[in-house]
């Protein structure tokens, strides 16, 4: 990889009118500016090969200082000249990411450089315990290929040179699967038993209520039935004074 100068990071108003900070190149011949984001989506500053992988993409060359690094107008001016008396060439565009190398048709296969070596062993740091000897739970080699768009074989070949082989067992892994898979089920089951439990909850209190405002009902219907036969025992009494000496 060509070395490139240092990285100057300006605030630049984007087309929403917010400022952000953007990694700046100036070109050494012309004076163009050129920016590319200095921050990822995570909103963490991306390592300086990141940003100059997009300024190459992007088109510019870098240089070791700045006044020898060249816009993409300065660099396509430039290669004009050289190939004058050659037939055009149709222009490739750079791509601009491992995903979009990946990409390229199988017919170019591209081996890995050391960008690419860079970028695998920057994203290992986040996901790959070198105490434990293997990755954090929910990351493999596969997972890291797919993450970064790169060929399986890059992260696995990366992996082994920089931490060495994965300790972790394969039996020991399938093991685990399983218990996993066991454990997601008795969580299924335990979760179905707890909403039929609240089900159940729910009907009792409902009929309980029902049985409450029914007892209630027979308490009045009683209530009614002795003061019926209060008032009968006075009238019969009544019956008796008059009646009897
Ligand atoms: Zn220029």
Redesign the pocket.
């Known amino acids: 990889m060509t070395r490139a100068a240092d990285i100057k990071v300006v605030s630049l108003a984007g087309d929403d009118g917010k400022r952000r900070s953007v990694a700046e190149r100036i070109?050494?011949?012309?004076?163009?500016r050129g920016h590319v984001p200095s921050r990822g989506a995570t909103g963490r500053g991306m390592p300086p090969e990141a940003i100059n992988r997009m300024f190459r993409a992007k088109g510019w060359e870098l240089g070791i200082a700045a006044f020898s690094e060249?816009?993409?107008?300065?660099?396509a001016?430039a290669k004009i000249s050289e190939t004058m008396e050659e037939p055009a060439m149709p222009e490739i565009k750079s791509p601009n990411s491992i995903a979009a190398i990946a990409a390229l048709p199988a017919t170019a296969p591209r081996s890995i450089t050391p960008d690419d070596r860079r970028l695998i062993f920057v994203k290992l740091g986040d996901v790959y315990d070198d105490g434990a000897g293997g990755y954090v739970v929910g990351w493999t080699d596969k997972r890291v290929s797919q993450d970064l768009g790169c060929p399986l074989a890059w992260v696995s070949e990366v992996r082994e040179q920089m931490f060495g082989p994965l300790k972790a067992n394969p039996e020991i892994l399938a093991l685990l699967e399983e218990c996993r898979r066991i454990l997601d089920k008795a969580e299924e089951r335990f979760m179905a038993a707890q909403r039929q439990h609240n089900e159940t909850v729910l009907a009792i209190s409902a009929a309980d209520k029902r049985l409450s405002a029914e007892g209630a009902r027979v308490v009045d219907v009683f209530r009614g039935i002795t003061e019926d036969m209060d008032r009968t025992r006075a009238k019969l009494r009544k019956i008796e004074q008059a009646v009897l000496p």
């Open positions: 070109c050494g011949n012309c004076g163009a060249r816009c993409p107008d300065c660099v001016a």
